[in-house]
């Protein structure tokens, strides 16, 4: 996957998808909201991921919700 606000690590099982948009702190935009549906469903179908671990990055906060500097 190309991804530009998540990064997808899988191993033995465990798919580990982060948010990474720490400088927003970890705010949701459209490419944001996107990307996290097409790692979704992607993640539906890969019967070699029993588990998916979902973190973020940076160390001010997990995620603030949608991004308000994309709304009109």
């Known amino acids: 996957m190309d ?4 990064t997808y690590e899988a ?3 465990v798919a580990v998808v982060t948010l990474n948009r720490p400088e927003r702190h970890n705010a949701f935009d459209g490419t944001m909201q996107e990307e996290l549906r097409a790692t979704w469903q992607a993640l539906r179908s890969d019967d070699a991921v029993r588990c ?7 160390d001010q906060a ?3 919700g949608i991004d308000r500097s994309e709304v009109p």
């Open 3 to 6: 991804l530009q606000t998540l």
């Open 11 to 13: 191993a033995d099982g």
């Open 52 to 58: 998916v671990v979902l973190t973020a990055a940076g």
């Open 62 to 64: 997990f995620c603030t």
